[in-house]
């Protein structure tokens, strides 16, 4: 009976260990507008994947390619990152594109658990999106949505780069992203 509640006893511990040592999770972020404007009038916007004026965060944008698979575009952020972005997919009648960040420049360095960390531009891991369009009868709804991890993929994240920092951040990003969109379609 000893051997049983022993052998119980250290599954459950072993368990519990597995549960708290988990990393990062992927987390998601989606926003959506809604625009006084047809559909085709803010895809002239948007559809150019190397130009990102329409975003009140980007300063100015490079890109290698065009709207094929595989271009690359690095926006250079008002604040001085850089972002570095492929383009994974782009469809042109449905009015959408998805893209993957491949390449990030940091914005400080601070010391974490004895050792420097670089923060990213934005605090994310592995950060993919899409954004897409869809006619509501002269309406356009616009969806923006992305998925990622916290920058710090080991556990104990600093504050600068755990979840709560990269949510606030993509959200931002999204948020002001189609709000200033909505202005510009809307003139």
């Not at 998601?28 to 404007?37: G, P, S, W």
């Not at 952020?77 to 570095?84: A, E, S």
């Not at 960040?101 to 420097?116: D, R, W």
Request: hydrophobic letters at 40%.
């Amino acid at each position: 009976m000893k051997k049983i509640i022993l052998f119980v006893s250290a599954l459950l511990f072993f368990f519990t260990s597995l549960a708290n040592a988990h990393g990062p999770v992927r987390q998601k972020a989606e926003e959506k507008v809604t625009i006084n404007a047809p559909a085709a009038k803010v895809w002239d916007i948007i559809k150019n994947y190397g130009d990102m004026s329409w975003h009140p965060g980007i300063m100015s944008t490079t890109v290698k390619g065009d709207n094929t698979k595989g271009a690359v575009r690095v926006l250079t952020l008002k604040d001085g990152g850089t972002i570095t972005e492929e383009l994974k997919k782009y469809d042109e009648a449905k009015m959408s594109y998805g893209y993957k960040i491949t390449e990030m420049s940091s914005s400080k360095t601070i010391t974490h658990a004895g050792a420097e960390e670089k923060v990213p531009a934005l605090p994310v891991n592995d950060y993919a999106a899409s954004i897409e369009l869809a006619d509501k009868g002269g309406k356009t709804e616009v969806t923006w949505k992305a998925g990622y991890y916290r920058a710090y993929m080991n556990n104990n994240p600093p504050e600068e780069m755990n979840e709560e920092a990269a949510n606030t951040a993509v959200k931002a990003v999204l948020e002001t992203g189609l709000i200033n969109l909505k202005k510009l379609a809307e003139k």
